[in-house]
């Protein structure tokens, strides 16, 4: 009787090397969440101000509002993060993405407030109180890339260093991460916006229907040095 192995070649069920599906790292507010135009309306709203998205020319916003860092304040606004309007194409831009690999959401989150926290906003002439059982931003923005997207909470990192997550492409409007990938030449793709005006690449997209664009050609260069 003829012995049989684990290593019986006759009856191999060893299967071709698969190659893995490229990792695309992706940032949320003024990437595919319509971030800066949404907070600066509350803002004007809230501070009796008048700035413009487009004038923000510097990543510091508090350098824009005649509150200083007041601005800041408006992180821990009810629902802030979790009623921003998506950006045209985004839910398109995601779903062409995932056809092309893994998509794993890299964001920042600011701090959260805690049970019944009051956060107290001045105004103008009076003490804009607000008073609320929970409003935590990594929270509001699971919820809103579960509902836009249908992104699972395994697929969501939220890191101030992005740079030491693993991935393939990063798309991302941050100055400072861009310039951080770059140093690591590491791939990304800069979402254009008017506070990143001053660095130049070739990776600049003006909106998703570009950036979808550039990923392709990004993930055929990568092909074709792997080859």
């Known amino acids: 009787m003829?012995?049989?192995t684990i290593f019986d070649t006759e009856k191999s069920t060893v299967q071709p090397e698969?190659?893995?599906k490229p990792i695309i790292l992706l940032d949320i507010d003024d990437t595919i969440a319509a971030f800066g135009p949404f907070y600066w309306n509350?803002?004007?709203?809230v501070f009796?101000?008048?700035v413009n998205y487009f004038d923000v020319i510097d990543w510091d916003l508090d350098k824009?509002?005649?509150r200083g860092p007041d601005a800041y304040k408006l992180f821990k606004y009810p629902g802030l993060f979790r009623n921003l309007p998506p950006m045209p194409y985004?839910?398109?831009f995601v779903e062409k993405l995932r056809e092309k690999g893994e998509v794993i959401v890299v964001s920042d989150s600011p701090s959260g407030t805690s049970y019944k926290e009051t956060v107290n906003l001045d105004c103008i002439n009076k003490e804009h109180k607000i008073e609320f059982p929970h409003s935590n931003p990594a929270d509001d923005k699971r919820e809103w890339l579960k509902e836009h997207f249908n992104f699972k909470k395994e697929d969501i990192i939220f890191t101030s260093r992005k740079e030491l997550v693993m991935g393939d492409i990063l798309i991302d409007d941050k100055p400072a991460t861009y310039e951080k990938f770059k140093k690591l030449n590491r791939n990304i793709i800069l979402m254009d916006a008017p506070y990143n005006q001053h660095i130049q690449t070739n990776w600049r997209a003006k909106d998703l229907n570009q950036a979808i664009e550039m990923v392709y050609a990004m993930l055929e260069e990568m092909d074709?040095?792997?080859s």
């Open 2 to 4: 003829k012995n049989k």
């Open 18 to 20: 698969q190659k893995n």
């Open 42 to 45: 509350l803002h004007n709203t």
């Open 48 to 50: 009796d101000d008048n």
């Open 64 to 66: 824009f509002s005649k």
């Open 90 to 92: 985004a839910k398109e």
């Open 224 to 226: 074709e040095l792997a």
